[in-house]
């Protein structure tokens, strides 16, 4: 198998729910045997734990070898984080005799990611076709999946886009790390866990531990008492000052890095300050609070979530060592190395680990007895090992009240507050608290994103979409369906050959193809309506920039360059017919219009009615008005 061309698709086709990399393979040998094809087969099973098996010999289907093809470059792209939707298809013929073109799963921006997982595939089929050895292949993977994750979504975008695919919400991507959900009026953004409401201002304060605990303490708040320290030096002076334990953390920083808690002598601030001076050059001094440690998410002025986050270390069976625990520990599935985009974070026998065990009378040979808890972590947020524990029922309502006016006043409508109490289900203000830390970013579980983007999106986050096949320069009906629209006080925008207006305001002026005209649409937050004109099928090549629209309208011949003959009709028709595939509700036809012909006979599962010239706006503006919000 050879690539011969590739080209980005930035836009949907039909049976794809995300943007394509389209791909011309040649097969360079025919009547491969299909014991060789399921050896290939055994090989991505084995390698790719995202690989679907092909089943059965007999059921490889027409093109066998763009199967595993298809299968293996999805479960790579998957292997390295990035969200995959389709498996991929294949689009037609290639310009050569054996060619082929498929359309294989991408995320916007990232095509080269798709690319990368490919070029591993087929060298690993061309190699098990010849007969050849794939060691040295197989381990190249680990290399591949490791560059693919660099051009993976960071943060939680993953989990924002699965969410939204889950619910039907349209996901678009504006910038490395900024996605879209939904469409024009409808749409909002997110940055991982920031939206597109959350204050700069505010997250820049945050981000500085110490000005943050200056805003909530003004407002009556409990903070622990702190101070920066420029030297080792000078912050054994100020824990003496402050009393011991006390935690040392970097000012600006999150996620737990840096951060070293509980510590209890000179020797030991010595140690944690020179730890987290390599990480920020600002250092916090910070008197200890002894309590049990819990993550407040609040949204919206509601807490949503709280976590009790058990430090990281392992529980005894009575027969294994602390080395065999761990070992077994770490080996869970959602557990990651710090710094991964896992659920859970590996733990280290390190010196703090080690120096945790002297204090606990043990060592790393120990065998602590049936369920005895060994801690192997100070701090115990997920970053450095720790473990969520929901608890948000029992969590007493002066806390709840608590972490809510912490975001309110640091202006956040998404935080995480992290807040130490000695009992949750008793009130802050008759145990005492500390609210150690507010996070404008927080880290989510994976079954959260699904409740936010239901806060956030209206519905779906969809706005009406109308796709117009043909020319609709100087078309009256098409001028009158404009204005009625307007006339309702929506935000109507149109692209057409002659350019792209919102409403009525001319924003892109001569032709655009149908992907770039309708991405001015649909990224304006003013839009409410999107006309969508194609005037020729040129301007289909790029793809469309929604996965499917609600009225698809068959209005009349195309520009008159494309001439008006039968070939050039039995095209049209053919465009209609790839088009209908992607319209989730009626098809219009212009009846005046004779070249349409018998088309309707040919667009199954759709309600399909003719309607004269001069009765399409008043037609289209009512079925607009039937669609659900």
Not at 417 to 425: A, G, K, M, N, T
């Amino acid at each position: 198998v050879r690539v011969l061309k590739t080209q980005i698709g930035n836009g949907y086709l039909p049976g794809m729910n995300q943007p394509s990399l389209l791909v011309e393979l040649v097969f360079l040998r025919s009547g491969v045997k299909r014991e060789a094809l399921m050896a290939l087969d055994g090989i991505f099973r084995e390698a790719l734990t995202e690989y679907e098996a092909l089943q059965s010999p007999s059921r490889i289907g027409a093109y066998p070898r763009l199967i595993p093809i298809m299968r293996g470059t999805a479960a790579v792209l998957r292997s390295g984080g990035i969200p995959i939707f389709s498996e991929g298809l294949v689009v037609g013929p290639g310009s050569t005799e054996g060619a082929i073109w498929v359309a294989l799963p991408a995320i916007g921006q990232g095509h080269s990611a798709t690319g990368l997982a490919l070029d591993w595939v087929i060298r690993v089929m061309n190699q098990t076709i010849e007969g050849h050895s794939v060691t040295a292949l197989l381990a190249e993977l680990a290399e591949v999946t490791k560059s693919i994750g660099r051009m993976a979504p960071p943060g939680m975008n993953s989990l924002f886009m699965q969410a939204a695919q889950d619910t039907g919400i349209p996901c678009l991507r504006i910038a490395s790390s900024v996605f879209q959900f939904g469409w024009g009026a409808r749409a909002r953004w997110l940055d991982s866990s920031f939206t597109d409401v959350t204050p700069s201002v505010s997250t820049r304060l945050v981000r500085n531990k110490q000005a943050a605990a200056h805003v909530l303490r003004m407002a009556g708040m409990p903070v622990p008492a702190h101070a920066l320290a420029t030297d080792a030096e000078e912050a054994v002076k100020l824990a003496e000052q402050l009393g011991y334990p006390v935690v040392v953390k970097p000012a600006d920083l999150d996620g737990g890095r840096g951060v070293s808690v509980g510590l209890k002598s000179a020797e030991a601030v010595h140690k944690a300050f020179v730890k987290a001076s390599k990480l920020s050059p600002s250092v916090l001094v910070e008197k200890h609070f002894e309590g049990n440690d819990y993550r407040l998410t609040v949204f919206q002025g509601e807490v949503f979530r709280v976590a009790h986050r058990v430090p990281g270390g392992v529980t005894g069976d009575g027969v294994s060592t602390i080395i065999e625990l761990l070992a077994v520990t770490n080996a869970h599935p959602l557990r990651g190395d710090p710094g991964r985009d896992s659920l859970l974070k590996r733990i280290a026998l390190d010196e703090e680990a080690l120096e945790l065990l002297l204090e606990q009378g043990l060592s790393a040979d120990a065998v602590p007895s049936q369920g005895q808890f060994v801690r192997l972590r100070g701090a115990a947020n997920v970053a450095s090992g720790g473990i969520p524990v929901s608890v948000l029922e029992e969590t007493h309502p002066d806390n709840l009240a608590l972490a809510v006016r912490a975001a309110r006043v640091l202006r956040l409508d998404l935080a995480g507050v992290d807040l130490l109490i000695p009992d949750i289900r008793r009130s802050w203000l008759e145990t005492g608290a500390a609210i150690c830390e507010v996070n404008a970013q927080p880290q989510l579980s994976p079954h959260l994103p699904a409740y936010l983007l239901q806060r956030l999106v209206k519905g779906q986050g969809r706005i009406p979409v109308v796709m117009v096949l043909g020319d609709v320069a100087d078309e009256i009906w098409f001028e009158h369906l404009v204005a009625a629209l307007s006339d309702g006080r929506q935000c109507v925008g149109v692209a057409t050959q002659a350019g792209v207006t919102i409403g009525q305001q001319t924003v892109i002026k001569g032709s655009c193809s149908t992907f770039q005209g309708g991405m001015a649409l649909i990224s304006d937050p003013q839009v409410e309506v999107a006309i969508l004109s194609v005037a020729n099928g040129h301007m289909l090549i790029a793809g469309l920039p929604v996965d499917r629209f609600d009225v698809l309208v068959l209005a009349g011949p195309p520009t008159g360059h494309e001439g008006n003959g039968p070939e050039v009709w039995k095209r049209w028709q053919g465009h209609a017919q790839t088009l209908q595939k992607m319209c989730s509700g009626p098809i219009i036809i212009n009846q005046d219009c004779a070249d349409w012909g018998t088309i309707s006979d040919r667009l199954p599962g759709h309600e399909v009615k003719a309607y004269p010239a001069n009765a399409l706006a008043t037609v289209l503006q009512q079925k607009l008005s039937e669609i659900e919000p």
